[in-house]
């Protein structure tokens, strides 16, 4: 499924959304266009990147608010929910530990690093909603939302955080088809000669949890 339409598919009602790092715009288009929200914020560090956006959505007047930021950084209010896609976990991990407040919802979609991103969301008290990887024009990615919780949320266990809890409970086919290329790939690793002792150690590792995985 198209990475933007699964994202927009997880965005939920209220007032003020906000789409981090917005570069085209997009996603906001989607959310202006449901109603699903009253107002979008669209910002990103790059100014010539919020410029794509703010031209795309003239059309919808004074719901749209743009902001040059780094994260929430130049924020002057706090969105009821922020999607945060295309960007590195590290990135994403930045701009939440740093922020000086947090929206209650969270959509993220890191290209990398998702058990870091997994990981904050737990220490920051977030419970995780949706969790799994979708292929999108043959390119993977991960997919994540979560809810500021009520009561602490369950831990997740080390392979949960490694590749996504809905992967694993409900094994969707664009996760498995990403695991067998993985094992393919770390199976090429372990059987090349001159790969370094440690490299090949890491492949044996996830060899082991992907075929755990798999069976
Ligand atoms: C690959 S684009 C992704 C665009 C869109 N969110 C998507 O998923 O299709 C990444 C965008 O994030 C912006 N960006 C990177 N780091 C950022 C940060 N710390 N704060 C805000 N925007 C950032 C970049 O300028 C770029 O426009």
Redesign the pocket.
């Known amino acids: 499924m198209d990475?933007?339409r699964t994202?927009f598919s997880l965005v939920g009602t209220g007032e003020v959304f906000a789409?981090?790092?917005?570069?085209?715009g997009?996603?906001a288009e989607m959310v202006l266009k449901s109603g699903n929200y009253k107002r979008v914020i669209i910002?990103?560090?790059?100014k010539s990147?919020?410029q794509k956006a703010v031209d795309l959505l003239k059309p919808y007047g004074d719901r749209v608010t743009a902001v040059v930021?780094?994260?929430l950084e130049s924020f002057t209010e706090l969105p009821d929910e922020v999607?945060?896609?295309?960007?590195g976990g590290e990135?994403i991990v930045?701009?939440l530990s740093s922020a000086m407040s947090l929206p209650k919802k969270l959509v993220l979609?890191p290209?990398k690093n998702s058990v870091k991103v997994r990981k904050l969301l737990f220490d920051l008290g977030y419970k995780i909603l949706k969790d799994f990887t979708i292929k999108d024009k043959g390119k993977f990615y991960d997919i994540i939302s979560a809810v500021e919780a009520d009561i602490e949320p369950k831990e997740y266990t080390n392979l949960e955080y490694i590749y996504g809890r809905d992967n694993l409970n409900e094994r969707p086919d664009d996760f498995i088809e990403k695991l067998t290329l993985d094992e393919k790939l770390y199976e090429g690793v372990v059987q090349t000669k001159t790969a370094s002792e440690t490299a090949k150690s890491v492949a044996m590792q996830k060899l082991k949890e992907i075929r755990e995985i798999l069976k």
């Open positions: 990475r933007l994202l789409d981090v790092g917005c570069d085209h997009y996603l910002s990103d560090i790059s990147s919020l930021s780094d994260g999607a945060i896609a295309g960007m990135e930045k701009i979609a290209q």
